[in-house]
């Protein structure tokens, strides 16, 4: 490719498959079991990857695409888990900041005692530190009109292994680490980034709301697409 390409990321076929439909010229392409498509929107060079689910299968995904396509940026997109009762199904989320919600240190119990996860410091480590999003990107996504299905906002991401649906457990996060939804696959793309001083931008779609009782729904990861392919688009536009 002769020009640096927008790398878009996500994790299944239901965050997929809208941006996949409508990318031109589309060639698909597999670098060690991880899918990827080689294509075009508006004749600039775009890549859609896979990363699979979770924290681990993103961080190598994410290596394999830099390392494969030298990208200009990358876009990770999907659906998230709402932490505030003000954040509802079909709502963007722009990942200004993602944290790490799988670092904690349990306090010493003894057998029998139990465990309670209300009780856990987070973060723990002094490696689990806020990553920020590429700020030109930001001010983009800002500065733009691409959605008006829902509200958006901006904010930061919990992101890790765990699917949370302990209304008391989601209100503990959010307290402690200031997040406003949360995910599974951000961190491990945002870190990944970093080390390879690649932008990197997130657009999450509220898909559930645990804390108001609205259950997972992998149909609104329709919505992130649309949002995302309309940022795209319009960057392209501008270059």
């Known amino acids: ?29 597999n670098l060690n079991d991880y899918s990827f498509w080689e294509g075009n929107i508006k004749s600039y060079p775009v890549v859609i990857y896979k990363t699979e689910i979770g924290t681990i299968n993103a961080t190598i995904s994410t290596v394999l695409a830099i390392k494969e396509y030298d ?20 709502d963007i989320v ?13 306090g010493s119990k003894a057998e029998g005692e139990g465990s309670n996860s209300l009780e856990w410091e987070q973060p723990a480590f ?23 299905d829902a509200k958006i906002h ?18 503990k996060l959010h307290e402690s680490l200031n997040t406003i939804c949360e995910e599974m696959e951000g961190i491990g793309v945002y870190k990944t980034c970093d080390k390879f001083e690649i932008p990197k931008i997130s657009f999450r779609v ?34």
């Open 1 to 29: 490719m002769n020009k640096k390409p927008i790398l878009i990321a996500a994790a299944v076929d239901t965050e997929l498959n809208y941006l996949l439909e409508r990318l031109e010229n589309k060639l698909e392409k």
């Open 71 to 90: 990208p200009l940026f990358i876009v990770n997109t999907g659906t998230a888990g709402a932490h505030k009762k003000d954040i509802m199904p079909k």
């Open 94 to 106: 722009i990942g200004k900041e993602i944290i790490s919600i799988d670092s904690y240190k349990a």
């Open 126 to 148: 002094r490696f689990e530190k806020v990553v920020n999003c590429d700020n030109e990107l930001l001010k983009f996504a800002m500065n733009n009109e691409f959605y008006n």
């Open 154 to 171: 901006i904010g930061r991401i919990g992101s890790g292994n765990a699917f949370n649906k302990e209304v008391d457990k989601i209100n």
């Open 206 to 239: 509220i898909s559930n709301n645990e804390i108001v009782g609205l259950s997972y729904d992998p149909l609104y990861g329709l919505y992130s697409q649309k949002f995302t392919y309309e940022f795209v688009r319009k960057y392209i536009e501008r270059i």
